[in-house]
């Protein structure tokens, strides 16, 4: 990930399906911004509120008869070689010089290996993660899970690189640590229709991975064009998911006659509009709007999960299940609104 000022640690990942930072670029300055027309971008986030918070009841119905990392290799794989021969030709010409080191416009082996690692942290340990926890977790459950993102982020920030924590953002990972024991208690069989303590276990340490991936990508060689650094995630995050949905034997029980309808859909779904749709949005999105505006979306992605949970799939909303995900909520707001301020 390249360092800009709206990259910030908080801010831009935070979403089981966000793969790389759209660079803001050269026309992301105050008075451009100011003059440019909102309209498109406010519906860009609307996007992005909206799909990417179905995202996870998509992944509920698709590992319903889809085993969960073949779901994800397929989807990531899919969209990466989608992406991948427009992203090579994208951005400006100083971008592409700059991934450019022959005569093709081709990115280094560096560039693929930290691709790898990020894809692998991000999409295997993260998405492939929360697709396995999902199996026994209900959908809007699962992203209340996720939406510690922003958290993990703030402790690993701190013991990796020594940040110092501010007040405001401490009291949001206190409040966080409160609601996630909430959550983590109804999932030991505190409630019904919570899930497993397994799947709950399984989707927190995904959220630590998907932070990880975070933080190194500033450190790693990925490419100076964001479109190109996601297709190359994607293709290698999806090669890896794939390699481990066979090692764990998902290809030998795995049946194309014993897939569901809903569950195809949910697949075309989550390739199409849930990554190809919502990343391009999101990239109009952090070019037209306060970078605090945008990173809105991680405690609205979650409100669109429970809801859509609930209202399509039937899943279970208990007292104790709220309170537990207001509290990560008002978390992760306080936490990304103080370090999503700081880019500007």
């Known amino acids: 990930m390249t360092d800009t000022p709206a990259s910030t640690d908080t801010t831009d990942q935070g ?6 930072h759209p660079d803001p670029g050269p026309h992301d300055s105050g008075p451009q911004r100011a003059r440019r027309p909102a309209f498109g971008g406010w519906a860009a986030l609307l996007v992005v509120y909206v799909v990417w918070g179905s995202t996870y009841l998509a992944i509920r119905v698709g590992v319903e008869t889809i085993p969960p990392l073949l779901l994800a290799g397929v989807r990531y794989l899919i969209a990466g070689l989608i992406l991948f021969p427009l992203a090579v030709r994208s951005g400006s010409a100083a971008k592409r010089a700059a991934d450019r080191p022959r005569a093709a416009n081709w990115p280094r082996a560096a560039n693929w290996l930290a691709c790898a690692v990020v894809g692998i942290l991000l999409l295997l340990g993260g998405n492939g993660g929360v697709s ?7 959908s809007g459950f699962a992203s209340l ?8 982020l703030l402790v690993l920030d701190a013991a990796l690189n ?12 206190i409040a966080g640590l409160a609601g996630v024991g909430l959550l983590a208690g109804l999932g030991n069989g505190g409630s019904p229709g919570t899930g497993s303590a397994g799947g709950v276990a ?4 995904a959220s630590l991975s998907w932070a990880l991936g975070t933080i190194l990508s500033g450190r790693l060689a990925l490419p100076a064009r964001p479109l190109l650094s ?14 481990l949905a066979a090692a764990t034997g998902e290809f030998g029980s795995f049946h194309l006659t014993a897939v569901s309808r809903s569950s195809w859909l949910a697949l075309g779904y989550l390739i199409g509009p849930g990554s190809i749709l919502a990343l391009s949005a999101y990239s109009v999105a952090v070019r037209s709007l306060p970078t605090p505006t945008v990173a809105t979306y991680a405690y609205v992605n979650p409100v669109v ?7 399509l799939l039937g899943e279970a909303l208990t007292h104790t299940m709220l309170l537990g995900g207001g509290l990560i909520i008002v978390a992760v707001a306080l936490v990304v609104r103080r370090q999503g301020g700081a880019g500007h």
């Open 15 to 20: 979403h089981p399906d966000f793969v790389r």
């Open 145 to 152: 899970l996720v939406a510690t993102v922003p958290l993990w």
């Open 305 to 311: 999960a429970v809801i859509l949970g609930a209202t």
């Open 162 to 173: 020594r940040a110092r924590i501010g007040v405001l953002p401490l009291s949001g990972l």
């Open 132 to 138: 396995v926890g999902e199996r026994s977790v209900p």
């Open 202 to 205: 399984i989707i927190l340490v």
């Open 230 to 243: 996601t297709a190359m995630q994607m293709l290698t995050g999806g090669v890896a998911l794939l390699v």
